[in-house]
């Protein structure tokens, strides 16, 4: 498939994909961003407290005092921890054996302890995780990187979503760009089925698409050389050529067949569990993509418990037991491939979901939402690994100790990537609108 | 002030591109021409297609672009193919133009 319209020429017309400087040197060139939708709780992986073994079963309105509104308001006892912790690495972090694969790369992990949301319900989180803004229709933060950067692939999208089969509450506005220019949305990939519909050539030979393709880009051209709205139209022509490369980056992407067996197990492809081998393969191509120079990957979850993802309102064992058992391998493997290959130190690697859980119960074996304190980390790309930054108190409840805002991520992964979260602005509604609104503070004291 | 955005992915090119329907859509498209057309010699169908798709009618150099491609379209396709498949190809290309996905 020839690239009838050249990235070179493409960079020349103001593509909006072309890739563009950024504000400082930065120290990750993409982002992988693993969704942890449904909500991890923090008292059952990364935040240690052994506090609630102690007063497990008691009144938490006793033994914590006053507790702030829950969603479903059917609070329970002090619920300890069912998994153990213990400190990994030399760092000594600690981690629970939620994740004993991910237990592994301790040393590689900035745990944030201390991240809150502006909001204990999915879709509102989710769409303030993603936009900094707890609204749909705003640009998510993968269309802001694509924006501010562009794209290093002229044939794949600068923002690609791998969908392991959920798709977020809240929905594909999640992904969107807002009022940002529509080539920055993500674009949706799925690890199971068909990647991507219509990516398969309909024609009969290469030749007759080239030559019906070559038709459409005369017209195009004369239209454009009698028309006012060059940007406009240049940026349809463009697409229309992304496309036509996808063709054939697509199937170059989701091939494997060149990947080792060894690295196929280390990423768990051929683990018994089915939705193991999903994330496997979700992990694999984000590494792939990395390589193509895709600026930011985001994957979603496998269907591992039906539509209820992270979200252990009841039976939290099975729950998180088989979400972890789904994505720990996979990632563990992603981080040792990448560290491998290099490539660790220019893409950050950040783990996330939209809140917490409670650290007492909803009935008897659940943990209902929180958004008042909870754990998400990050690797690679310009963080410093092995360390924990931030505290809730002695519960795992709410944040204390330098508490953060998701507009402080957000300006963090920005930074990392050398844009600056006050500059990178785009004028709509007669302001010029950032991810991070008002608000947002660089992370300084986790920077390597 | 609103200000518009192409609203395209490469998602909604590649429907255009390769989805049945378009290549379905093409050829009923393109029937319907030559039922009232059945004399007609190409100019003058190329002009029938671009005034129903594009409500205007070609210039002389859009005219000698589709028939030139018309040409390649026939050769490639081989001897004996039903003119109809041609046409078709060349009406899927019409529809993939930016006039037909863009209000100017």
Redesign the interface.
């Given at each position: 498939m020839g690239a009838l319209l050249g990235w070179d020429r493409a960079m020349a017309s103001g593509n909006a994909l072309a890739p563009k400087p950024a504000h400082a040197a930065p120290r990750a060139k993409s982002v992988l961003f693993l969704f942890m939708e449904g909500a991890v709780s923090q008292v059952d992986s990364f935040d240690y407290k052994p506090l609630l073994a102690k007063h497990h079963g008691e009144d938490p309105r006793k033994a914590i005092g006053q507790l702030e509104k829950t969603q479903f308001e059917n609070v329970g006892q002090v619920l300890k921890s069912p998994w153990n912790f213990q400190q990994h690495g030399e760092s000594g972090l600690w981690i629970s054996d939620l994740f004993p694969h991910m237990a592994r790369h301790a040393d590689d992990l900035c745990v944030l302890r201390s991240m809150t949301s502006n909001f204990p319900e999915h879709t509102s989180a989710n769409y303030f995780l993603h936009s900094g803004t707890g609204l749909q229709g705003r640009p998510s933060l993968g269309a802001w990187v694509s924006y501010g950067l562009g794209s290093l692939n002229a044939d794949l999208?600068g923002y690609v979503v791998l969908n392991g089969g959920q798709i977020p509450s809240g929905g594909m506005d999640n992904f969107a760009s807002g009022?940002?220019?529509?080539?920055h949305?993500g674009?949706?990939l799925h690890a199971k089925g068909t990647p991507?519909?219509?990516?398969?050539?309909?024609e009969s030979?290469a030749?007759?698409?080239d030559?019906?393709?070559?038709?459409?880009q005369?017209?195009?051209r004369?239209?454009?050389e009698e028309?006012g709205?060059a940007g406009?139209?240049e940026?349809?022509?463009a697409?229309?050529e992304?496309?036509?490369r996808?063709?054939c980056a697509i199937p170059d992407l989701l091939d494997l067949s060149g990947e080792s067996e060894a690295t196929r197990r280390l990423y768990g492809m051929d683990a018994p569990y089915e939705h193991t081998r999903t994330y496997a393969r979700e992990c694999l191509l984000a590494r792939r993509m990395v390589e193509r120079g895709v600026r930011f990957v985001e994957l979603t979850i496998p269907m591992v418990d039906g539509y209820n993802r992270w979200d252990a309102h009841g039976g939290l064992i099975k729950n998180h037991g088989d979400n972890a058992r789904a994505i720990d391998q996979p990632i563990a493997g992603l981080l040792a491939d990448l560290k491998a290959r290099g490539l660790l130190e220019d893409t950050l690697v950040v783990w996330a979901g939209e809140f917490g859980r409670t650290p007492f119960a909803q009935g008897s074996d659940g943990r209902d939402h929180n958004e008042f304190g909870f754990s998400v980390w990050l690797a690679g790309g310009g963080v410093r690994g092995g360390m924990a930054y931030g505290e809730t108190d002695d519960w795992g409840y709410k944040a204390v100790v330098n508490r953060l805002e998701m507009h402080d991520l957000h300006a963090t992964i920005l930074h990392l990537l050398g844009l600056d979260h006050e500059r990178l602005t785009y004028r709509?509604g007669?302001r010029d609108m950032r991810l991070t609104d008002v608000r947002g503070e660089v992370i300084r004291p986790i920077l390597a | 002030?609103g200000?518009r955005?192409?609203?395209?992915?490469?998602?909604?090119?590649?429907?255009l591109?390769?989805?049945?329907l378009f290549?379905q859509q093409a050829r009923v498209w393109v029937d319907r021409m030559l039922a009232e057309r059945p004399v007609a010699d190409a100019p003058a169908r190329i002009a029938w297609l671009f005034e129903s798709g594009y409500g205007r009618l070609p210039?002389p150099?859009?005219v000698s672009?589709?028939v030139e491609?018309l040409a390649?379209?026939e050769a490639?396709?081989g001897a004996g193919t039903d003119p109809a498949a041609v046409w078709a190809?060349?009406g899927?290309?019409?529809l993939?133009?930016?006039?037909f996905?863009?209000l100017?």
């Open positions: 999208p009022f940002l220019p529509a080539n949305q674009s949706l991507l519909a219509n990516v398969v050539p309909s030979s030749s007759l698409q030559t019906k393709r070559r038709l459409v005369r017209l195009n004369q239209r454009l028309s709205n406009v139209l940026a349809a022509i697409n229309y992304l496309a036509a996808m063709q709509f007669g | 002030m200000r955005n192409v609203t395209n992915v490469p998602g909604q090119a590649l429907a591109m390769n989805d049945p290549h210039s150099s859009e672009a589709c491609t390649e379209l490639l396709r190809d060349l899927h290309a019409l993939n133009a930016n006039e996905l863009y100017m």
